[in-house]
Nanobody, 118 residues
Framework: QVQLMESGGGLVHPGESLRLSCATS????????MGWFRQAPGSQRESVAV???????NYADSVKGRFTVSRDARTNTAYLQMNNMTPEDTAVYYC????????????WGRGTQVTVSS
């Protein structure tokens, strides 16, 4: 069973930063590309940072220049660094994995709540 475990969500003020983590097994980390998605109340899920087949991240226009993805092979963990956050970033954030060479994200974490409010 593929497990993706998000953590790091919480409440921040506008302009502040937050870093989300997504931990998984070594096999999943090695053979998949891990992206980030979010779903705000009353809205459809949207991609935040997803990877193309060349392994380069594509960021949503709304987060470009503020959010950055990274990976740590020592801990099998993917990260989403979120800077200069706004209330519009409030959502449940999910990490997801797709097998390399494929297009669909088929494994999902349970999500972590991020709230940006003054």
């Amino acid at each position: 069973q593929v497990q993706l475990m998000e953590s790091g969500g919480g409440l921040v003020h506008p302009g502040e930063s937050l870093r989300l983590s997504c931990a998984t097994s070594g096999r999943i980390f090695r053979f998949t590309r891990m992206g980030w998605f979010r779903q705000a109340p009353g809205s459809q899920r949207e991609s935040v940072a997803v990877f193309n087949n060349r392994g380069s991240p594509n960021y949503a226009d709304s987060v470009k220049g503020r959010f950055t993805v990274s990976r740590d092979a020592r801990t099998n963990t993917a990260y989403l660094q979120m800077n200069n956050m706004t209330p519009e970033d409030t959502a449940v954030y999910y990490c997801a994995a797709k097998w390399r060479g494929t297009t669909d994200y088929v494994h999902w974490g349970r999500g972590t709540q991020v709230t940006v409010s003054s």
